[in-house]
């Protein structure tokens, strides 16, 4: 049998988690807001970023946004040669675990609002915290 889809693949400018299989350090290069269609359907405004040496580009998400933003500030503008981290992984949906993308900034870079704090870690099964990471106090 043939699939349609083998005949007629689908050409987007957007990554999909398939396209980045490991830890992949990039450069943002640009941005733009496009209206793009929600899972659910609806049409919404995203951000979309570039990068450097990449042709796809990346939508965001308010989670993938927001960790950039605590790193290099609420102005886009500002995130324009900074890097990022992308790397697979999988989220929960209301359909159950799914693979995606998501973003964290290298080690070392300081945080917009207080530069002279380091960011908070990210940690996840690839970075787990030690037991020296735990500055709660107690």
Same mark, same amino acid.
């Given at each position: 049998?043939?699939?349609?889809?083998?005949?007629?693949?689908?050409?987007?400018?957007?990554?999909?988690?398939?396209?980045?299989?490991?830890?992949?350090?990039?450069?943002?290069? #640009?941005? =733009?807001?496009?209206?793009?269609?929600?899972? %659910?359907?609806?049409?919404? /405004?995203?951000? *979309?970023?570039?990068?450097? +040496?990449?042709?796809?580009?990346?939508?965001?998400?308010?989670?993938?946004?927001?960790?950039?933003?605590?790193?290099? #500030?609420? =102005?886009?503008?500002?995130?324009?040669?900074? %890097?990022?981290?992308?790397? /697979?992984?999988? *989220?929960?949906?209301?359909? +159950?675990?799914?693979?995606?993308?998501?973003?964290?900034?290298?080690?070392?870079?300081?945080?917009?609002?207080?530069?002279?704090?380091?960011?908070?870690?990210?940690?996840?099964?690839?970075?787990?915290?030690?037991?020296?990471?735990?500055?709660?106090?107690?």
């Amino acid at each position: 049998m043939v699939k349609f889809t083998d005949i007629y693949p689908a050409i987007s400018t957007l990554l999909k988690p398939g396209d980045i299989t490991d830890d992949t350090e990039v450069t943002i290069t #640009g941005y =733009e807001i496009r209206n793009l269609k929600t899972f %659910k359907g609806d049409v919404k /405004p995203f951000t *979309v970023l570039s990068f450097a +040496g990449l042709e796809k580009e990346l939508r965001l998400n308010f989670g993938t946004g927001d960790k950039i933003k605590q790193a290099y #500030g609420d =102005e886009q503008d500002e995130w324009i040669g900074k %890097k990022i981290i992308l790397f /697979p992984d999988k *989220v929960r949906t209301p359909d +159950g675990m799914k693979d995606s993308i998501q973003v964290r900034v290298p080690a070392g870079w300081r945080s917009k609002k207080d530069p002279q704090k380091p960011l908070i870690p990210s940690y996840d099964e690839r970075n787990p915290p030690t037991d020296n990471d735990d500055d709660s106090g107690y």
